[in-house]
């Protein structure tokens, strides 16, 4: 499993184009939030998620194996029990990197991923690591410089 800073990079560098299974089209949730920082950074996203046509202005697939395009990571934002068939479409299509997202960690998945010859990452998110490595922390105000919760005097009215 992929959990090193020059792997970590090496995949986000040469992998453009990321299916998100489980794509929200809620601009409040976190995959779409991860989507559209993506988006904006010059990656193609293919949303994966039976339930929308399109998402962010990009065709919606009802699942990996519909995608017409080869697809370099397979972004999961699905629960941990439901990766092992995201894995298994992951391997059907010939993606490169199975990447759960933070909070889902099925080891079982990631092997069998790794097994067949992906890269597996586990327990991580590709906008704040993209960020990290990248130097994109600061976009819409991840990075304000602020460690307190107590909010700025010159806010209060």
Not at 52 to 66: F, M, N, P, T, V
Not at 78 to 95: N, S
């Amino acid at each position: 499993m992929v959990d090193d800073i020059p792997g970590l990079r090496r995949i986000l560098k040469t992998s453009k184009v990321i299916a998100v299974v489980g794509l929200s089209a809620d601009w409040f949730r976190p995959s779409y939030f991860a989507a559209k920082y993506m988006l904006e950074h010059g990656y193609t996203v293919i949303p994966v998620n039976p339930k929308y046509d399109a998402i962010l202005g990009q065709k919606c697939y009802k699942s990996l194996r519909e995608i017409p395009v080869k697809v370099d990571i397979v972004d999961c934002f699905r629960k941990t029990e439901d990766i092992m068939p995201i894995a298994e479409d992951a391997i059907a299509i010939g993606a490169k990197v199975l990447w759960q997202q933070l909070g889902v960690k099925n080891i079982e998945a990631a092997r069998k991923v790794e097994a067949a010859g992906l890269e597996a990452v586990i327990d991580r998110c590709v906008k704040i690591e993209h960020g990290r490595l990248f130097g994109g922390l600061n976009w819409c105000g991840v990075n304000t410089k602020v460690i307190s919760a107590k909010r700025p005097q010159w806010l209060s009215y």
